[in-house]
């Protein structure tokens, strides 16, 4: 089983529709969960991270996390095509340094 | 610096040689990781370095594959003797202590032929 696992897609969702991405995780010990957005051809860059069960919100992102569940998943309202691209989930175990990453989801945002 | 800027983007090699791959992070920011990327996968973790402290060492793939992070600042990735399967892009990032995000720089983009 892999420690952290992501459906690689391509999740293709219309203009202005919810974006639904989701990562399970395999260590009870990981504590911080971040997502992360990679264009393609680029570095990736950190678009929220949580470290609490419940929702966190910012802007027209939503992290949800479900410890007991071992998942987090990102919700992407009013989806724009700029926000194609691949989102990659990574958890942080404990007061470990590793930063543990899933493949990723490619998203696809059709007009 | 402005950002983590990593050298060369790009480096072309022949199987059976060493390469060097240079990362400077942002300047004061006490974390560095080394990350590897192949074609269509995840990332995967390569070595940490915080501070003063010992590095954590427990992703480099096998003894082929050294760190050395002087000063407290540019870190060098050293691939000896690599291989075809060495091919990937090998991200850099830092992250100043106590933060939550992690910086990544362009990365450098390593082809074994």
């Known amino acids: 089983q892999k420690e952290v696992e992501q459906n690689s897609g391509p999740l293709s969702v219309p203009e202005g529709a919810i974006a639904s991405l989701n990562c399970t995780y395999s260590d009870r010990g990981s504590q911080s969960f971040f997502w992360y957005r990679q264009y393609s051809g680029k570095s990736p860059e950190l678009i929220m991270f949580i470290y609490s069960n419940g929702d966190k919100e910012d802007g027209r992102f939503t992290a949800q996390l479900n410890k007991a569940s071992q998942y987090v998943s990102l919700l992407i309202r009013d989806s724009q095509p700029s926000d194609s691209a691949t989102y990659l989930c990574a958890v942080k175990v404990g007061g470990g340094n590793k930063l543990t990453f899933g493949t990723g989801t490619q998203l696809k945002v059709e007009l | 610096g402005a950002g983590v800027s990593q050298s060369p983007s790009n480096k072309v090699t022949e199987k059976g040689k060493d390469v060097e791959l240079r990362c400077d992070p942002i300047s004061g920011h006490t974390a560095l990781y080394w990350y590897r990327q192949s074609l269509g996968q995840g990332l995967e973790f390569l070595i940490y370095f915080q501070g003063n402290s010992a590095p954590d060492k427990s992703g480099l793939p096998s003894d082929r594959f050294s760190a050395e992070r002087t000063g407290g600042s540019v870190s060098t990735l050293t691939i000896q003797r690599t291989q075809q399967e060495d091919s990937a892009v090998y991200l850099c990032?830092?992250?100043?202590?106590?933060?939550?995000?992690?910086?990544f720089g362009q990365g450098t983009r390593l082809t074994v032929v």
């Open positions: 990032a830092s992250r100043r202590q106590g933060g939550a995000e992690a910086f």
